[in-house]
């Protein structure tokens, strides 16, 4: 069972990131296309399962979950989140999940307790609202085998072993998560806030989706990158200069709220969680992950050179996003060729803020 130190990247505010709203244009842009295949909010694309699942793994609507895009393969449910959902993906979000336990340090200290096996005739229950290529829920259902493990995606997870307590659903969780209601011990989200339309909307369904005492679990980035004071550095649209790095963000930043997604959710989760009064216990934690391996302990090194991984994929993975908003493929491509060349020279140093939050659910209500 994974329960590491989490690891301080030399930032120890404890105070909320400063709401910025930033300011963003398309001059570069055409208009955004109107069509999509089904929208977010269609709620016939739920089954009427009687295990409450949206779309079974097994199910003959498998083939209907996936469109392919700009030579990606994308979810055909949601004109929101317009990440890849294909192989490639999958595997860059695996190599994440694994950076991301040793950064944080796996488990919230409540989770053990919130898991045990205390009350007599409960099966505990975890949910993991866009789960992507599943990594996290796998990893609960081996660690704590009597529980009910969920993943909830866009599109099926692709796993060739799943364990026996563990089950994929689709969804699009923008409709809402009333089916959900009353049912579950845990609820764990993490990177999803650029599909999200209303993430405050949100947390406030997986207060009822909670069991009492059931334990939330939040972890978003802000689509921005922070120079070496950890400032944000804020750029527009309406050029393509240096920094490149931070100029493709502020790009996939403006295109995923021009699609709805509530992009600015990191910055606003400690107060959205505890200004809810279903949420007590309410912690806040977060890090400045190294863009490149700066500095010179092993540590610190093993995760900029995975972020540098990851963030080249990213890139990869935005093309679908960024084309599909309008912006011309040269342009584009002339922007990732600097951005590519920028990472290589490994000239600047830059970060990225992951923030998470983690809460237990009141008893008394």
Same mark, same amino acid.
């Given at each position: 069972?994974?329960?590491?130190?989490?690891?301080?990247?030399?930032?120890?505010?404890? @105070?909320?990131?400063?709401?910025?709203?930033?300011?963003?244009?398309?001059?570069?842009?055409?208009?955004?296309?109107?069509?999509?295949?089904?929208?977010?909010?269609?709620?016939?694309?739920?089954?009427?399962?009687?295990?409450?699942?949206?779309?079974?793994?097994?199910?003959?609507?498998?083939?209907?979950?996936?469109?392919?895009?700009?030579?990606?393969?994308?979810?055909?449910?949601?004109?929101?989140?317009?990440?890849?959902?294909?192989?490639? $993906?999958? $595997?860059?979000?695996?190599?994440?999940?694994?950076?991301?336990?040793?950064?944080?340090?796996?488990?919230?200290?409540?989770?053990?307790?919130?898991?045990?096996?205390?009350?007599? @005739?409960?099966?505990?229950?975890?949910?993991?609202?866009?789960?992507?290529?599943?990594?996290?829920?796998?990893?609960?259902?081996?660690?704590?085998?009597?529980?009910?493990?969920?993943?909830?995606?866009?599109?099926?997870?692709?796993?060739?072993?799943?364990?026996?307590?563990?089950?994929?659903?689709?969804?699009?969780?923008?409709?809402?998560?009333?089916?959900?209601?009353?049912?579950?011990?845990?609820?764990?989200?993490?990177?999803?806030?650029? @599909?999200?339309?209303?993430?405050?909307?949100?947390?406030?369904?997986?207060?009822?989706?909670?069991?009492?005492?059931?334990?939330?679990?939040?972890?978003?980035? /802000?689509?921005?990158?922070?120079?070496?004071?950890?400032?944000?550095? $804020?750029?527009?649209?309406?050029?393509?200069?240096?920094?490149?790095?931070?100029?493709?963000?502020?790009?996939?930043?403006?295109?995923?709220?021009?699609?709805? @997604?509530?992009?600015?959710?990191?910055?606003?989760?400690?107060?959205?969680?505890?200004?809810?009064?279903?949420?007590?216990?309410?912690?806040?934690?977060?890090?400045?992950?190294?863009?490149?391996?700066?500095?010179?302990?092993?540590?610190?090194?093993?995760?900029?050179?995975?972020?540098?991984?990851?963030?080249?994929?990213?890139?990869?993975?935005?093309?679908?996003?960024?084309?599909?908003?309008?912006?011309?493929?040269?342009?584009?491509? /002339?922007?990732?060729?600097?951005?590519?060349?920028?990472?290589?020279?490994?000239?600047?140093?830059?970060?990225?803020?992951?923030?998470?939050?983690?809460?237990?659910?009141?008893?008394?209500?």
């Amino acid at each position: 069972m994974t329960m590491q130190k989490p690891i301080d990247f030399d930032d120890t505010s404890d @105070g909320e990131s400063t709401d910025v709203d930033s300011v963003t244009s398309f001059p570069l842009f055409s208009p955004a296309p109107t069509e999509v295949s089904m929208t977010s909010f269609d709620v016939s694309m739920r089954s009427s399962s009687p295990a409450r699942s949206v779309l079974s793994v097994t199910s003959s609507l498998r083939r209907q979950a996936y469109i392919e895009e700009y030579g990606r393969g994308l979810n055909n449910y949601s004109e929101v989140y317009r990440l890849p959902a294909d192989d490639d $993906e999958l $595997e860059r979000l695996d190599k994440q999940h694994g950076m991301l336990q040793k950064v944080m340090g796996g488990y919230p200290p409540p989770m053990e307790q919130v898991m045990a096996d205390n009350i007599p @005739g409960e099966v505990k229950a975890v949910i993991d609202l866009g789960c992507g290529s599943g990594s996290w829920i796998l990893d609960v259902a081996r660690d704590f085998p009597t529980c009910s493990a969920i993943g909830v995606d866009l599109v099926p997870m692709q796993v060739t072993s799943m364990p026996a307590n563990c089950r994929s659903e689709v969804d699009d969780i923008n409709i809402g998560l009333e089916h959900f209601y009353g049912d579950f011990n845990v609820v764990h989200a993490r990177l999803i806030s650029s @599909g999200i339309r209303d993430y405050e909307r949100l947390i406030d369904q997986m207060s009822h989706v909670l069991r009492p005492g059931g334990l939330l679990c939040l972890t978003e980035f /802000d689509f921005s990158i922070y120079d070496a004071n950890h400032q944000r550095i $804020e750029l527009t649209t309406d050029r393509i200069e240096a920094p490149y790095v931070a100029r493709w963000f502020a790009f996939a930043k403006a295109a995923a709220r021009r699609r709805g @997604g509530d992009v600015d959710a990191a910055n606003h989760l400690r107060r959205w969680v505890s200004s809810n009064p279903r949420f007590e216990n309410v912690v806040y934690r977060h890090w400045f992950l190294p863009t490149l391996p700066y500095h010179k302990d092993a540590f610190h090194q093993e995760i900029g050179a995975v972020m540098r991984d990851d963030v080249l994929e990213f890139m990869r993975s935005g093309r679908p996003l960024l084309l599909g908003s309008g912006m011309p493929k040269e342009q584009l491509d /002339d922007l990732q060729a600097k951005v590519i060349k920028e990472i290589i020279d490994e000239n600047l140093e830059q970060y990225v803020h992951l923030e998470h939050v983690y809460a237990t659910k009141v008893t008394s209500r």
